[in-house]
């Protein structure tokens, strides 16, 4: 599974923006000064454009990752200054009508999996600097990725119109002045340009953010972007400020976490980038986000935990002759106890965490610690965890981490063989996914039939004129 695919929201997946070029051109060179230009950079590397316009050994925003979503592949588009396959023909306008809008130079709308929504909060002049840096810094790229091609009703974009009406807030971002403007520029960013909520916040069922239930934690495929309000046990009230400061730059912070998936992607692609005084803001930011508690969590979810040896009780057991009978130590044994030690304290001097008092082990939501065991885990520039999917059964992954969680973590948990073929397989049944492909066909049904009934009352009303004549 590529990066961009753990970035998209719920099965919906990469963004279509900004595949059409522009009806009128935009020049090489649009006037804009060096210190506008770096701004645009560091704007685009919050906002992590190259998640999801970059494929894995392609061109850096060159597009063509193609992902399998609920309602059809999706393919992420060009968004270099090309004339001819990017966004080179762009106007400012038409640039701005996309990025905080949803709608293409050649007028049709996108696909709210290009996070606009988000953008719509960025300021006249962050939009501006942005243009400036895809126009003059980003290297044209001259290769146009296969056209996304979605069935019916998804591939009628008018009706994303309807969804704009419904959900979008046109912003931009207005300060409040109950807060200083610390606060209110971390808002800016976790709301606008970083788009937290595209993963942290829950969606109904037509993918759209709850807003009433704020960064209470939303799924991202089969990875959980983790509640991240200031409730003290579910979200992150009992972290510091400087702990969150440390995550954001870092990718862990001790007795607290380790980044992994989508969020040590964020990491390394674009929140460690971001200056000090940055990171400050978004934590005091969020460490304001109302508080929204999952009952499940009896205690924070970071606070689990207590070292636990099983192993000596298996030295000099032959293992089974079938792999799926061995026992929870026997795979700990074999797989993860030369790394997080015999009692699961992690290495010696940190550098391999332990697995008391992590989140990874504290939620009742056990889909990430699947992922890990799995997939693991590749961190810029060193971290390095072997994913085991060629080597355990989907029996051995449930049996690890029933017995990880067990030990280690909220006993309240579970894996079941179920969910470990399932994050496998990489297919998703889930009730929320069927309900959202049901309601938004329906959606889509709606509004043909509404474009049906104004084009024949339409041409009703030319007939009678002409008859009136």
């Known amino acids: ?53 970059t494929a894995p050994g392609g061109a ?74 895809f126009m003059n810094d980003v290297v ?28 979008l807030d046109k912003g931009p971002f207005k300060p409040d002045p109950a807060h200083n403007a610390e606060w209110n520029r971390g808002a800016y960013l976790v709301r606008g340009p970083a788009h937290c909520g595209s993963c942290h916040t829950p969606r109904n069922l037509f993918m759209a953010e709850k807003t009433s239930s704020e960064m209470a934690g939303g799924e991202v495929g089969f990875w959980y972007a983790p509640n991240i309000t200031s409730d003290p046990n579910s979200g992150i009230g009992g972290w510091s400020v400087e702990e969150l400061v440390t995550y954001m730059r870092d990718g862990h912070a001790s007795g607290k976490s380790q980044a992994t998936g989508p969020m040590a992607e964020a990491i390394d692609y674009s929140l460690r980038f971001l200056t000090e005084k940055d990171l400050k803001a978004i934590a005091i930011y969020l460490k304001t986000v109302s508080p929204i508690r999952d009952p499940a969590d009896t205690k ?58 992590n989140t990874a082990l504290g939620r009742t939501n056990t889909n ?20 085991f999917a060629k080597e355990l059964s ?42 959202a492909q049901s309601a938004m066909a329906a959606g889509g049904l709606v509004v043909i039939g509404l474009i049906s009934w104004f084009l024949v009352r339409r041409n009703k009303s030319r007939r009678t004129a002409q008859i009136g004549r």
């Open 1 to 53: 599974m590529s990066r961009a695919m753990h970035r998209l929201f719920s099965g919906f997946a990469l963004t279509l923006a900004l595949s059409v070029p522009g009806t009128s051109d935009a020049q090489q060179s649009t006037g804009a000064g060096v210190d506008q230009i770096a701004h645009g950079k560091y704007l685009a590397t919050a906002s992590d454009c190259m998640a999801c316009h």
């Open 60 to 133: 850096a925003m060159a597009g063509g990752l193609s992902i399998a979503t609920p309602i059809g592949p999706i393919v992420a588009t060009n968004i270099t200054p090309s004339k001819a396959n990017g966004i080179g023909n762009y106007t400012l306008e038409q640039f701005d009508a996309a990025l905080r809008k949803g709608v293409r130079a050649d007028g049709r709308q996108l696909y709210p999996a290009m996070p606009y929504t988000s953008y719509a909060q960025l300021s006249d002049d962050d939009v501006a600097a942005l243009y400036a840096y």
């Open 140 to 167: 044209p790229i001259e290769t146009r990725p296969a056209e996304t091609k979605l069935p019916f009703p998804f591939n009628i974009r008018l009706s994303m119109a309807a969804w704009n009406l419904l959900f």
């Open 300 to 357: 924070p979810v970071f606070d689990w935990g207590e070292p636990s040896d099983e192993l000596a009780s298996i030295r000099g057991v032959a293992l089974p002759s079938n792999p799926d009978a061995m026992s929870g130590p026997q795979i700990y044994d074999a797989y993860c106890a030369t790394c997080h030690q015999a009692q699961g304290q992690g290495s010696f001097k940190g550098g391999l965490p332990s697995l008391l008092h």
């Open 368 to 387: 990430n610690l699947v992922m890990v065991i799995l997939d693991g885990l590749r961190r810029q520039p060193d971290v390095f965890m072997p994913g």
């Open 394 to 435: 989907d029996t051995q992954v449930a049996t690890l981490s029933n017995y990880l969680i067990q030990h280690f973590g909220n006993p309240a948990a579970k894996v079941s063989v179920e969910q470990a073929a399932s994050v496998r397989s990489g297919t998703t049944s889930t009730v929320l996914v069927t309900l």
